[in-house]
């Protein structure tokens, strides 16, 4: 199970979300995904460190080497999530209307 | 189909529409009356809002705390700076979960729309990481991300 609060924390930060559009295109080592950024490894690692806590990425241990690749289905769950939230303002609003329209309704009857 | 439209704005703005088939008055006080409030500020079902504190006059506070029946909740506080009855509501907010996310400022007008209200809400972070943030975490207010919208940001990030 990922770590909803991590994962939209770990994604409001730049590098991070580099880092995750990197891995998009397939597995990478810390060396490769350092590469492109004016940072240390170790601040790369760092970073590669709350993604994996944040249940984003996922890393294999092959020899010396730790490549990342991204979790499957990570932001289907985040998209599930905000799918939700975004329900939820719906519901807010629906119950509004209702809220709305009995008093409508209670307004008419004492007019009468 | 919904009737509820969320964008983002520029780096800091989050711009939300809605209609409501009543007239501006009654829309206004719905937002900022909070025995009307707590009937319908809840978000998901079966959560509900035991405290609403809301005191509609430049300065007065704001203080919402939702509870999702299971022990879980968290709550809202903020501070109303300008109000012009029935039309506009100027606020302060931010969440408590439980450490406070930054100020957000929401400007919400009510335009009188034929025979209902036509909300218009503007949101303003202050920056794009908080927006990013709330966007994703927003519990209260929903937001538009989507998959779409993540996969847009990692292009632009390739680039």
Redesign the interface.
């Known amino acids: 199970m990922m770590d909803l609060?991590a994962a939209?924390?770990a994604?409001?930060?730049?590098t991070r979300?580099?880092i995750?559009?990197?891995l998009?295109q397939g597995e990478a080592t810390v060396t490769e995904l350092a590469k492109p950024f004016s940072i240390s490894q170790p601040a790369i690692s760092r970073h590669l460190r709350m993604l994996e806590q944040a249940g984003l990425i996922a890393r294999r241990v092959e020899g010396a080497k730790r490549p990342c690749r991204l979790t499957p289905g990570a932001?289907?769950e985040?998209?599930g999530w905000?799918?939700?939230?975004?329900?939820?303002?719906?519901?807010?609003?629906a119950?509004?209307?209702q809220?709305?329209?009995a008093?409508?309704d209670a307004g008419k009857g004492t007019e009468v | 189909m919904s009737k509820l439209t969320i964008a983002t704005d520029g780096e800091t703005h989050v711009l939300i529409t809605r209609r409501f088939a009543a007239p501006p008055e009654e829309v206004f006080r719905a937002h900022t009356d909070p025995e009307w409030m707590q009937q319908w500020l809840l978000g998901p079902d079966g959560w509900t809002m035991p405290v609403c504190i809301s005191e509609p006059w430049a300065g007065g506070r704001i203080r919402f705390e939702w509870c999702d029946g299971k022990g879980g909740g968290f709550y809202l506080t903020g501070e109303y700076v300008e109000l012009d009855p029935p039309h506009r509501i100027v606020h302060v907010e931010r969440m408590h979960l439980p450490d406070p996310t930054p100020d957000n400022h929401v400007e919400t007008l009510l335009e009188a729309d034929g025979d209902g209200t036509m909300l218009r809400m503007r949101m303003t972070l202050p920056d794009a990481e908080t927006r990013t943030a709330m966007l994703a975490t927003g519990m209260e207010h929903g937001m538009e991300a989507s998959y779409a919208r993540l996969e847009s940001t990692f292009t632009g990030q390739l680039k």
């Open positions: 609060d939209f924390t994604l409001g930060d730049p979300r580099a995750l559009a990197r998009a932001f289907e985040m998209d905000l799918a939700m939230m975004r329900r939820a303002m719906e519901t807010n609003y119950r509004l209307d809220l709305l329209a008093r409508n």
